[in-house]
């Protein structure tokens, strides 16, 4: 099979990876617009030859694409515009809601897949791809039925490959719980990065008491602007709900502080405390 | 050298195993109120036998208190009133203003020393306790100068056995600082799980969907109120402080997001970002 990449960044090159140790892409085309990160990919073997994406488009039997979420919408659209009812489309974007509604009504609509693998680093570009990302870690499909069953079946067969758990959601419900569960996580960690930078004007201090919890927390802050201003804004409503309820939080545990209200802290951190039930 | 461990859990057990390992201590008596976690601490190994705190101080050479930080100030008081002038005790606390302040001006202050290695996990309680914890962490003596020399050289050549870089503050800037770094990452992290919590009443959601980076930010939010509620309530005006600073920063987000300010984000990540400088 002849796959073709748009974005050879963290999940792009992460995926190229997975496709050819698998053995089920014989031959990777990239598509990339910095020539830095095709240069990169290239001598990091993420494809085996850089094209335009009509070029790619009209050659590969899966279309994967990994750029940014506000560009995957209109190329969603062209490369659906291009295909023929043996190949396959796919995104591997963080939020679904536009992209299933922009083609909805597109007549080659059942060669798409939407496909949301639940891995990431705070690393991006080609040289953050990584072997083995996705083993083992669960995949959302969305729409499915608005799929053609043989282009699911493909997807599935390959998720199956990597050991992934599938998961199938409406993009609605995708989108509204990626806000909770990975979306608000990243904008907490932007928040403390930027606060402890503001109060901590000596570096050193940071530096020398680092150990306490802070690099855990604060990991996301290292994840870059080109991925997450459009997921934010592309999902803004969501976000906004769940960062409402995240302030709101904070302002309660800042009273019961103020307070000397050890009971009413110890009864929040408990019901904090069952997360573990849930995240190992 | 025999030493006494007040307290058997996350640090106060991997303290003991640190000192037996390193064969610094040769006998290791254990202060513990709870009797699952001294019956736990004995099978473990982390102490030879269970003492009374009197008992433990009257035997041991190296007394260290490993309980929370809101019994610290009264135990090292309680230690110092029966300690002669070769024996040293020593806390691990998370703050430090307060006991500072309460053994000022105590007869025998030169014989304590007050030690924060910067090392944990959410987990807690003797079961917690790990080997080799603190090698290579930092660790904070604050108020050196109003310690006896032969008591600060002590404690120096068994944190200089764990590899622990050591590096000196006062309290008043360590319980600034650990605020900064620490204690607002636990609080965000709490905050984070009571989010979560609240808006997903589905929990399958939130375990299906993890992996987005929610378990980085949310891991300290395990961590028991028996050590967090007296951290934060002792640590209080610095704790507001940056937690004030924190929810302004996660307002200023809000406000970019709802006016759809794709450059002001972007220059609050790329801003954010360069915390990567600083933690590795």
Chains 1, 2 share one sequence.
Request: contains cysteine; proline residues 3%; hydrophobic residues 45%.
């Amino acid at each position: 099979m002849k796959a073709l990449i748009a974005g050879l960044g963290l999940i792009g090159g992460s995926f190229a990876l997975a496709l050819r140790d698998h053995g089920i892409a014989s031959e990777i085309l990239g598509v990339e617009n910095s020539e830095q990160h095709a240069a990169e990919a290239l001598k990091m073997g993420l494809a085996d030859r850089i094209v335009s994406f009509e070029q790619g488009v009209a050659e590969a039997d899966l279309i994967v694409l990994a750029t940014p979420v506000d560009t995957i919408p209109l190329m969603a659209v062209k490369a659906l515009n291009r295909v023929n009812d043996r190949q396959v489309v796919m995104d591997v974007g963080s939020i679904k809601s536009e992209l299933c509604e922009v083609i909805a009504m597109h007549a080659h609509r059942g060669r798409f897949v939407a496909v949301h693998p639940m891995w990431g680093t705070e690393y991006s570009g080609p040289r953050a791809a990584q072997r083995g990302a996705f083993s083992g870690r669960n995949v959302v499909l969305c729409d499915t039925a608005h799929s053609d069953p043989d282009a699911v079946a493909r997807i599935e067969a390959i998720f199956r490959a990597l050991e992934c758990p599938m998961v199938y959601m409406d993009p609605e419900e995708h989108d509204l719980h990626t806000a909770y569960v990975s979306h608000i996580s990243h904008v907490t960690s932007f928040a403390l990065a930027l606060t402890v930078l503001e109060k901590e004007r000596e570096e050193r201090h940071i530096f020398d008491l680092a150990g306490g919890g802070f690099e855990s927390t604060v990991r996301l802050a290292k994840s870059s602007a080109a991925t997450w201003v459009p997921i934010l804004l592309r999902n803004k409503y969501n976000v906004l709900d769940v960062l409402r309820e995240h302030i709101h939080q904070l302002q309660i545990m800042r009273r019961m502080i103020e307070r000397d209200d050890a009971e009413g802290l110890k009864g929040l951190m408990d019901r904090a405390n069952t997360i573990q039930r849930i995240i190992k």
